[in-house]
Nanobody, 118 residues
Framework: QVQLVESGGGLVQAGGSLRLSCAASGSIFSINAMGWYRQAPGKQRELVAVISSGGMTNYADSVKGRFTISRDNPKNTVYLQMNRLEPEDTAVYYC????????????WGQGTQVTVSS
C-alpha cells in the first residue's frame, strides 16, 4: 500500500510560480514511477509530468519549458516546480505513483487546487 499527500497548491497570478510537493509513504520500494496529473472542470484527467525511478522525465507539450518535475529520494518526495503559470493551468493537481508487478497499480493523492488568475 502506498499513501500520497500533496501540498503547495494555491492562488497565483498569471506569470507567477508555485511548487507542488508529494510525500509518499508505505510500500514505496515497489514504485517504478511517479508523476503529476491535473483535471479541470469538465475535462479529462491528463498527464502533466512523470519521472521514473531512473530519473527519466517526460512532460505534456503544454507545460514543457515551464514545469520541472524532480525527486528527493531521502525524503521520498516528488516535486513539481511550475513557472510562468497561465490561466489554462488552473486545475486540481494529483500526485500519482505507479507500481508494476503482476498487474499495474496506480496510487493517487487527494489532489491540490491550483488557480491561476488572469
Amino acid at each position: 500500500q502506498v499513501q500520497l499527500v500533496e501540498s503547495g497548491g494555491g492562488l497565483v497570478q498569471a506569470g507567477g510560480s508555485l511548487r507542488l510537493s508529494c510525500a509518499a509513504s508505505g510500500s514505496i520500494f515497489s514504485i517504478n514511477a511517479m508523476g503529476w496529473y491535473r483535471q479541470a472542470p469538465g475535462k479529462q484527467r491528463e498527464l502533466v509530468a512523470v519521472i521514473s525511478s531512473g530519473g527519466m522525465t517526460n512532460y505534456a507539450d503544454s507545460v514543457k519549458g515551464r514545469f520541472t518535475i524532480s525527486r528527493d529520494n531521502p525524503k521520498n518526495t516528488v516535486y513539481l516546480q511550475m513557472n510562468r503559470l497561465e490561466p489554462e493551468d488552473t486545475a486540481v493537481y494529483y500526485c500519482n505513483a505507479r507500481r508494476i508487478g503482476a498487474a499495474t497499480t496506480d496510487y493517487w493523492g487527494q489532489g491540490t487546487q491550483v488557480t491561476v488568475s488572469s
